[in-house]
């Protein structure tokens, strides 16, 4: 029996990860507790609910043959937790003290001890930080981070795109989307690209390929839809409007660790929670991982639900060999 006062298992975080982690959590008995974090703007918008309230269409997510918008597909998430007993609680996990047993979590409330904790705190797109950028990227007006999620919808087709960014991931949403755009723009701010050669190469080998060099985007144009961008040149400071049917950023994700520095978790090379092989352990036994936070190589909706429930089985592997059920 785990001692009074002891949650078994806390999640952290109410994305896709935390909220499916819930559901098994609870559905095993585990009683589980989510923290589901409260509105930030620092390093990008994050909300509880996690980065699909920051998109409208979902078209990607298995179960909707019709698409769904991303909020609503999170109310349904949380609800499809709650209904199994979850409870949870409306604030941030601001320090994670794993040197003690059961561990203790400092939120904004105060404390909370666990035998056992998740982490599902994702990762953050990292935003120009415009607010005509902002506004559209959360009506569906044609701004995006994620091209491999939005690039394939109808309203992108044919269409001038325009990618910031320089890196791989920036060629990689860029090469995606010259399949369904007409000539898709790299804007870099730079006269060269940090991207791998090889990515490079896959990126302007395509007909329908442009990079536009030493330029920064300082507006996005269009009330409800984008019509365009205005560009600065880095060099000469002269500023000109570009016609563009859609605006991908693509300059990197920060994991959200921060909380998490004087913990003892491991990280790997890019900042993201280090796990051991295919399961959801980190380097701290009873500490397990889940999601964007822990994953910079897919980072979708469905993966992250599917981390969740690997860590939620985790933990009660974990808990049921320690005595705690
Ligand atoms: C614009 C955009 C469009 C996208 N479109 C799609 C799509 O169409 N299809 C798709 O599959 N994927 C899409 N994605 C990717 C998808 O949103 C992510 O892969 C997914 O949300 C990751 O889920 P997660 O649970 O790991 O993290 P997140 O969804 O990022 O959730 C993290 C959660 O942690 C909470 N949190 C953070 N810090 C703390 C803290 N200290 N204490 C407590 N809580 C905390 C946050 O409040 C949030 O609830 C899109 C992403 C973006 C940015």
């Given amino acids: ?12 975080g109410s994305g896709p990860a935390g909220w499916t982690a ?17 509105p930030k703007s620092d390093p990008g918008p994050v909300l509880p609910g996690g980065q699909l309230m920051l998109t409208t269409e979902v078209e990607n997510y298995p179960g909707f043959p019709e698409g769904v918008e991303g909020p609503h597909l999170m109310d ?28 203790v979590l400092h939120t904004d409330g105060g404390r909370v001890r666990a035998h056992s904790v998740i982490i599902a705190t994702g990762a953050t797109a990292n935003w120009i930080g415009l607010d005509n950028e902002m506004r559209l990227a959360r009506t569906g007006g044609g701004v995006s981070a994620c091209a491999v999620c939005d690039g394939a919808l109808p309203a ?3 269409k001038p795109l325009a990618v910031v960014g320089g890196g791989d991931t920036a060629m990689e949403e860029a090469t995606y989307l010259t ?36 330029k920064v985007v300082v507006d996005v144009l269009g009330q409800d839809k984008i ?23 693509a300059i990197g994700h920060t994991p959200a660790t ?5 913990s003892g978790l491991e990280f790997n090379d890019k900042g993201y929670i280090a796990l051991h092989g295919r399961h959801s352990a980190t ?4 500490v397990f991982a889940a999601g964007d936070v822990a994953d910079a190589e897919y980072r979708q909706a469905v993966t992250a639900a599917g981390m969740g429930c690997q860590a939620a089985l985790d933990a009660e592997r974990w808990l049921a060999a320690q005595g705690i059920d």
């Avoid at 019509?227 to 950023?249: C, H, K, N, Q, Y």
């Fill in 1 to 12: 029996m785990a001692d009074t006062g002891v949650e078994k298992v806390v999640i952290i």
């Fill in 156 to 158: 992108f087709r044919n």
């Fill in 283 to 286: 380097n701290i036994p009873g």
């Fill in 258 to 262: 921060r909380f998490l520095k004087e």
């Fill in 22 to 38: 819930a559901v098994y959590a609870a559905r095993a008995q585990l009683a589980p507790v989510v923290y589901t974090g409260v």
């Fill in 76 to 103: 349904l998430f949380r609800k499809q937790a709650e209904r199994f007993g979850t409870r949870i609680i409306e604030e941030d996990v601001n320090r994670c003290d794993f040197s003690q047993r059961p561990f």
């Fill in 227 to 249: 019509e365009g961008v205005l560009l600065e040149d880095t060099v000469t400071g002269e500023r000109a409007p570009l016609s563009v049917g859609g605006l991908f950023i």
């Fill in 179 to 214: 399949k369904f755009a007409s000539t898709v723009y790299v804007i870099h701010r730079r006269d060269s690209l940090r991207a791998s050669k090889i990515m490079q190469q896959r990126f302007l080998s395509r007909p329908n390929a442009q990079v536009l060099w030493n």
